[in-house]
């Protein structure tokens, strides 16, 4: 098996890059929805649906969805879970196919809203002696969380009696750190900071689990820090092929990691991440009390700093403070600007020009709700030429004065504000708008994402 020389598979968006989307490199759609969210029963309408699923928003690089063949089962995950069963059945059932590798991706949608769940499961975490342990009170999620148990359980068990688990290897892992907006709250990333869409550790350090028997022990936790664009390097590695003709690479193989959790041999080379989130949103700052501004964090070694665009750096040292309580800037103030500036090269070579923030012209600092008014940090400490452009053609002509939640909605003209506030419609405008292409969903902004390899 051939892989596809190009030097960028791993940052591969099919709206930018159509020619070298997935279908182009091999896959084969068995059911999809591309957007975050669906329902869990009676959902082949609407994934089967031609129209956009979010009708205020311009969404062209959006895929809309096929619910594939109906295999009888009412609840999405179980339905999902039976299409990937068959199909690692279907490369157990001759030699011919046995030799055959195989990709299989399969990416559930529990446990994100809406929160449904089988009537049955729901009746017996609701009548569950322990109810109520440790504040565990929401049973429909509970039984979401338990399908998606037993998802992974039933995959597990189709490698064992098919023969395949000692020569496949299964990667388990979450898109992002629980949700505390929703109410009632049902998740709870304590003792870290934050939750979903914010870059504090709760935001973003996720479960990550490698299942490989043979080759991979049971009993191993890894503490070093990796992230999502380890995967493609890593099965690449497994595979047993050259990277070598995909030199620009943001991410390494994990096998050396799987080997020696403690990375003493420093074979895994990473220690600087970026990450990025371009909108503002109705998810309240844990430090301020207020919704996020748009936001841009590094990692490197112990070292994060966090970038507010409204005038913000925030910096830890995560070895010694992972829960993220004592605020360095101060004391470090030569690592918080060599960091800050580090950041904003990556952010200028690597970020369209459209999902960087723009200079919003409603802006009154008079009526601002933070506790300091906007500041321009990049042109304070990189110059002029470098300070935050002004609101242009790269955005919505109402960026500035709309803003939408997670169904396209539009809420009041002026962001942010927090819940009270928004049962209130206070105007507020916030300093600075970016524009996207697809809705903002309703998302927290925390730390840079540690994804732990291993077990």
């Keep these: 098996m051939e892989l596809p020389p190009h030097r960028h598979v791993n940052r591969t968006l099919a709206r930018n890059l159509p020619d070298l989307g997935p279908f182009v490199l091999g896959f084969e759609e068995i059911a999809y929805f591309d957007e975050g969210g669906s329902p869990y029963f009676n959902w082949q309408p609407l994934w089967d649906s031609r129209g956009l699923v979010h009708p205020r928003m311009p969404q062209p690089e959006l895929l809309q969805g096929r619910s594939g063949g109906r295999l009888g089962h009412e609840y999405l995950t179980d339905e999902l879970t039976e299409h990937a069963v068959r199909f690692i059945q279907s490369h157990a059932g001759s030699h011919e196919a046995r030799t055959e590798p195989f990709f299989l991706y399969l990416c559930h949608f529990a446990v994100h809203t809406p929160f449904q769940a089988r009537a049955e499961e729901v009746a017996y975490f609701e009548n569950k002696p322990t109810r109520g342990w440790n504040g565990h009170n929401h049973a429909v999620y509970a039984s979401m969380v338990k399908r998606l148990d037993d998802s992974v359980g039933r995959i597990l068990e189709t490698l064992a009696d098919t023969g395949l688990d000692s020569r496949t290897l299964l990667v388990f892992m979450s898109d992002n750190g629980g949700v505390t907006y929703t109410e009632p709250a ?75 959790p403690e990375n003493s041999d420093r074979h895994y080379s990473r220690d600087t991440f970026y990450w990025h989130y371009p909108f503002n949103v109705i998810v309240v700052n844990p430090d301020a009390g207020h919704p996020a501004a748009p936001h841009s964090t590094i990692r490197e070694g112990d070292w994060k700093l966090l970038f507010d665009w409204s005038g913000a750096m925030k910096l830890y040292n995560i070895a010694l403070d992972p829960f993220e309580r004592d605020e360095l800037s101060a004391r470090h103030p030569e690592k918080a600007l060599q960091l800050f500036r580090k950041l904003n090269d990556w952010l200028d070579a690597n ?53 939408l939640d997670s169904a396209g909605n539009p809420f009041p003209k002026t962001e942010p504000f927090g819940a009270e506030e928004r049962r209130q419609e206070v105007l507020v405008p916030v300093p600075v708008t970016s524009r996207t292409g697809s809705p903002s969903r309703i998302v927290r902004r925390g730390s840079p994402a540690r994804r732990h390899a291993g077990r």
Excluded: M
């Excluded at 960087?356 to 933070?370: K, S, T």
């Excluded at 030429?385 to 709309?402: C, L, Q, V, Y």
């Design 351 to 403: 970020v369209a020009v459209k999902y960087l923030p723009a200079l919003n012209a409603d802006y009154d600092r008079a009526r601002e709700v933070r506790d300091r008014p906007f500041v321009d940090l990049r042109s304070e400490y990189l110059g002029g030429d470098r300070a935050i452009r002004a609101n242009g053609p790269g955005n919505f002509p109402d960026a500035t004065t709309e803003c």
């Design 186 to 260: 049902t998740t709870s990333n304590a003792p870290f900071k934050g939750g979903k869409a914010l870059h504090f550790e709760g935001g973003i350090c996720v479960p990550l689990v490698f299942h490989w028997p043979g080759h991979v022990r049971a009993d191993q936790w890894c503490g070093v820090p990796v992230d999502s664009s380890d995967i493609f390097p890593t099965l690449v590695d497994v595979a047993g092929q050259s990277l070598e003709a995909h030199e620009n690479l943001d991410g390494c193989s994990l096998l050396p990691l799987l080997a020696d």
